[in-house]
């Protein structure tokens, strides 16, 4: 079981910045590929960023790509999302999810294979 946990949602004026923290615990951290996912208002669930167990494997949603920054710190058991330039659009709850991968660049952007899943931090942004 691991246990997720969000942190730095909030209020942001459009331009602004926001970073989102998720920390793991429960078990091996460096065993799981990380992908954050949020969920505007009244939409479903999407995928914003992934980041392979070793870090070196990255990959976006392309309305993203270029603004936001998706790290982790296998030392502190989280991963980062440094949200910049935002805008209204990126207005939603921001969800972390873990998931168990034998390959150390994997990557995913598919909510279904993704085994564990934090509550979720709200991201709001005013224009």
């Known amino acids: 079981q691991v246990q997720l946990v969000e942190s730095g949602g909030g209020l942001v004026q459009a331009g602004g910045s926001l970073r989102l923290s998720c920390a793991a615990s429960?078990?091996?951290?460096?065993?799981?590929?990380m992908g954050w996912f949020r969920r505007p208002p009244g939409k479903e669930r999407e995928f914003v960023a992934a980041?392979?167990?070793?870090?070196?494997?990255?990959y976006y949603r392309p309305s993203v790509k270029g603004r936001f920054t998706i790290s982790r710190d296998s030392a502190k058991n989280t991963v980062y999302l440094q949200m910049s330039s935002l805008k209204p659009e990126d207005t939603a709850v921001y969800y972390c999810?873990?998931?168990?991968?034998?390959?150390?660049?994997?990557?995913?952007?598919?909510?279904?294979?993704?085994?564990?899943w934090g509550q979720g931090t709200q991201v709001t942004v005013s224009s």
């Open positions: 999810a873990a998931e168990r991968t034998l390959g150390r660049a994997y990557v995913s952007d598919d909510q279904s294979k993704y085994d564990y």
């Open positions: 429960g078990r091996t951290f460096s065993n799981y590929a």
């Open positions: 980041i392979s167990r070793s870090g070196d494997g990255t």
